[in-house]
């Protein structure tokens, strides 16, 4: 048996983790910016780059010491390239190859989000492909039709901002911490999801993509015309009956807009599974529906445990098993990409919507 270990730093999260080649998560160590960027309610990349740098080295020797493994037992290292904060991930890449040349061991490159995408299967190995997977973050929603671990193309994108931010967003106006997403999630069953109507979004000529700033406009909107005055009260359990209204309506929105674009893409598409991954995939509300999605058509759906949604290094390491064997290690110039692109879904097999 050989293990991996796997670096993650695209974002705010430094994560170090240690995998069996048959895809066993022994340890994933996560040691979370949140405190640093809370006060300027999102990410401040030049702090994020100098906190990897200070909690990389003692995350892998965690990895390592909850793996009850010692560096010599490893067989590979698997970084995350990107896309990302390219000072971020210069800090996890550069760590990840001068560990894996000293120990003289191969280094994989990964991409975050094929990351994201694959990472259902760490803990549902059996889920069939193709897969219609949805990665959505802070920094992503994407559709992806995957045939198989290394055959993924894209679907649908978002135009404007990822679902999570528009989420952030829509906390940060009403005065909540950050990240807000965590947040609405717990506030949102407090509220009536009906009482403010938001209109989906729509998109011309068959597009599957999404769009969230009219969603975030219309929040925006509602608060002013009615010259609602977000509470300034610390206690998230004292909120007006409004706020909890508003945040229920808006989560429903948000779900409701993946899930309708993910329902289509499915009859269009005719995947066998559903599956998906990234920090949103942890809302309550998204995984239960998403649920009753893969019900209503017959098709099995999964997502990771909470941990293994957010940014980690186990999925890294997991995404870096697939080509282990059948790709060349990464070269010493190899260099980080701050953004990425995928082939995208013929038209022809998505003639219309
Ligand atoms: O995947 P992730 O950790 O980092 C990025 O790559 O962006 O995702 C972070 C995003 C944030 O927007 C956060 O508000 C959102 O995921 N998030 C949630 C929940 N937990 C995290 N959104 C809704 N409900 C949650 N429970
Ligand atoms: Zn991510």
């Known amino acids: 048996m050989s293990l991996i270990l796997g670096i993650e730093t695209s974002c705010d999260d430094t994560s170090a983790a240690v995998l069996t080649d048959d895809g066993r998560v022994l340890s994933s160590v996560v040691s979370s910016q949140l405190e ?9 990349p030049e702090l994020a780059s100098r906190h990897h740098l200070e909690n990389l080295p003692e995350a892998v020797r965690a990895a390592l010491a909850e793996a009850g493994v010692e560096q010599g037992d490893l067989s590979a290292v698997a970084a995350t390239a990107g896309p990302g904060l390219l000072g971020s991930l210069l800090v996890g890449l550069s760590y990840a190859k ?10 994989f490159t990964v991409n975050h ?12 190995p059996a889920l069939p492909y193709p897969s219609l997977s949805l990665a959505v973050s802070g920094g992503h929603s994407h559709l992806f039709f995957c045939g198989s671990p290394r055959q993924i193309r894209l679907v649908a994108g978002t135009r404007d901002d990822a679902a999570g931010e528009a989420l952030d967003k829509l906390a940060k106006h009403l005065h909540l911490p950050y990240p807000g997403g965590p947040v609405l999630d717990r506030l949102a069953p ?5 009482a403010v109507t938001f209109s989906l979004p729509k998109m011309g000529a068959g ?9 975030k406009t219309a929040a925006l909107h509602h608060l002013r015309t009615r010259a609602l005055i977000p509470s300034a009260v610390g206690d998230l359990d004292q909120l007006p009956a409004w706020e909890y209204d508003l945040i229920a309506s808006f989560q429903k929105r948000v779900v409701d807009h993946l899930l309708q674009r993910m329902k289509q893409a499915a009859f269009l598409l005719k995947p066998r599974s559903l599956t998906m991954a990234g920090g949103v995939a942890c809302n309550s509300l998204l995984r239960t529906r998403l649920l009753s999605l893969g019900e209503e058509l017959g098709l099995p759906a999964a997502f990771p445990s909470p941990d293994l949604c957010t940014d980690n290094a186990a999925m890294v390491a997991f995404r870096a098993l697939d080509f282990l064997r059948s790709r060349e ?6 260099d980080a990409f701050p953004t990425a692109h995928w082939q995208s879904v013929e038209r022809a097999e998505r003639p219309s919507c």
């Open 36 to 44: 640093v960027h809370a006060p300027y309610g999102g990410v401040v």
């Open 207 to 215: 597009s599957l993509d999404y769009s969230f700033s009219g969603l």
């Open 190 to 194: 407090r509220g009536n999801p009906k």
């Open 329 to 334: 290690a990464a070269p010493p110039e190899v």
């Open 98 to 107: 001068a560990l894996a040349w000293g120990l003289g061991l191969p280094l």
């Open 113 to 124: 989000v094929e990351a994201h995408l694959r990472s259902p299967w760490i803990e549902h």
